[in-house]
């Protein structure tokens, strides 16, 4: 009985060791020799662990002709749908986007949009669908690195991966951090209309276990325009019951993108 015990207590303990161990931000990691599958594997196994997330932000928008701060919402229920709002005083915008539309109003402008993904395109500079959108917000790739085969290099003490066979389309670069294995950076290189969108993720935090981007800076590129967003978190819950009321107002003029 006592063996059973012992051998019951010491599974425990190594049970929760590796959960601690996943979940974690270990600033002193170095970047070791390691395959890119091995690498892949587990950025893949650092994506957040949650059905839902609640969480505020500080929103700095930037483009040559504007500057813009703004309170952002936003309400995601894992590959079902993300709900944004913005406020300054007053609710500037609603977003609600899903895998198959996106819907947009704004009581400031009297306007809405509903449609595909040409509005995050137009916004971002870059296609991107509902899955890559979705992982950007959470520090994860916007390609499934275990599907490519990857080239991998150290550099900086950050692991450096970019597909052995880029697309014709679109030229992608990633970079993990050895720390918590999210990422530090992503780049989308759109080879046809000379666009970028480079993904900056300065900061992490632990949250109830989970590693989640604290700062996010995405910055668009093309020959003729730029753009920074900037996103700083205020705060974030996981498994919340979530609200996500919607509804665009009679009257409003239609967007095209």
């Not at 600033?27 to 957040?48: F, G, N, P, Q, V």
């Not at 895998?99 to 137009?122: A, H, Q, R, T």
């Not at 550099?155 to 880029?166: A, E, G």
């Amino acid at each position: 009985m006592f063996k059973r015990s012992f051998f019951i207590l010491i599974l425990a303990t190594l049970t929760v060791g590796c959960k601690v161990k996943k979940n974690m931000i270990d600033d002193s990691a170095i970047a070791k020799e390691m395959s890119a599958k091995k690498i892949a594997r587990k950025h893949l196994a650092a994506d957040l662990d949650k059905k839902t997330i609640q969480s505020k932000y500080k929103v700095n928008f930037r483009n040559p002709k504007t500057k813009q701060s703004l309170s952002v919402t936003m309400r995601m229920k894992k590959d079902e749908f993300i709900w944004l709002k913005g406020s300054k005083l007053i609710t500037v915008f609603k977003a609600k986007i899903t895998p198959n539309s996106v819907e947009y109003y704004s009581p400031l402008g009297k306007n809405y949009f509903v449609g595909d993904f040409s509005m995050i395109e137009d916004l971002l500079g870059v296609s991107v669908n509902f899955k890559q959108l979705q992982n950007l917000f959470l520090g994860q790739a916007i390609q499934n690195l275990k599907e490519e085969k990857q080239e991998v290099a150290i550099k900086n003490n950050k692991y450096h991966l970019s597909p052995v066979n880029q697309s014709d389309i679109f030229n992608l670069f990633f970079v993990v951090n050895p720390s918590h294995f999210k990422l530090d950076n992503q780049y989308v290189i759109d080879t046809r209309n000379q666009t970028r969108m480079d993904v900056e993720y300065p900061a992490y935090e632990l949250v109830k276990g989970e590693v989640y981007p604290s700062k996010i800076v995405v910055r668009s590129k093309s020959v003729k325009s730029f753009s920074e967003i900037d996103f700083s978190l205020r705060n974030v819950e996981f498994n919340s019951e979530l609200l996500t009321p919607f509804r665009i107002p009679s009257g409003y003029k239609r967007l095209n993108f």
